[in-house]
């Protein structure tokens, strides 16, 4: 299986701030990267498809890159509804691993 | 909108069979993948296993051998067998749609979820 790790792990930041969080996959996974926001008690929301195209009705202030094995999400501005956990999953082969998750908290 | 809804006991005996339901509204499950996807409290997600409107499947090998997805297009429905369960099956469980590789293969919409809980 393909292995998915995110770093940080939890990351503290204001409104206002400029957040990356990072996803790297144990081999080469061409664009083949997905992000996901969840918030408490919800179902995940895909934020981002094919490592860097937004899906339809996502902020633009969320933008990803990557390609192979090291990929990014980034906000460019966190607003108060942008604080939740964020997963990367891949799309390459099965299983379609998901990272541990980036749990983005209130400073 | 595509939407997706659950549906299921919420509680299951240990070594009986987990089943649920999900049914999609807003458009036609034809010519795409339902998937099911859990949860367990605290943890990552774990996608279990996918199925085409035609009826093939694809399993995560770890459960391979308990887990049996099927699909029915007449009702919009497709459904989730998991068997000989233990409470490391204790989760929430996610249908999902899955895209096509115009949307890179992720999962574009979910289902709310509902919590399955394995205990006598």
């Known amino acids: 299986d393909i292995q998915m790790t995110q770093s940080p792990s939890s990351l503290s930041a204001s409104v206002g701030d400029r957040v990356t969080i990072t996803c790297r996959a144990s081999q080469s996974i061409s664009t083949y990267l997905n992000w996901y926001q969840q918030k408490p008690g919800k179902a995940p929301k895909l934020l981002i498809y094919?490592?860097?195209s937004l899906q339809t009705g996502v902020p633009s202030r969320f933008s990803g890159s990557g390609s192979g094995t090291d990929f990014t999400v980034t906000i460019s501005s966190l607003q108060p509804e942008d604080f939740a956990t964020y997963y990367c999953q891949e799309s390459y082969s099965i299983p379609h691993t998901f990272g541990q998750g980036t749990k983005l908290e209130i400073k | 909108q595509v939407q997706l809804q659950e549906s299921g006991p919420g509680l299951v005996k240990p070594s009986e069979t987990l089943s649920l339901t999900c049914t999609v509204s807003g458009g036609s499950i034809s010519g795409h993948y339902g998937s099911w996807i859990r949860q367990p409290p605290g943890m990552k997600l774990e996608l279990i296993g996918y199925i085409y409107y035609s009826g093939s499947t694809t399993y995560n090998p770890s459960l391979k051998g308990r887990v049996s997805i099927s699909v029915d297009t007449s009702k919009n429905q497709f459904s989730l067998k998991l068997s000989s369960v233990t409470a490391a099956d204790t989760a929430v469980y996610y249908c999902?749609?899955?895209?096509?590789?115009?949307?890179?293969?992720?999962?574009?919409?979910w289902g709310q979820g509902t919590l399955v809980t394995v205990s006598s």
């Open positions: 094919a490592a860097s």
């Open positions: 999902a749609k899955k895209g096509g590789k115009t949307k890179g293969y992720a999962f574009d919409y």
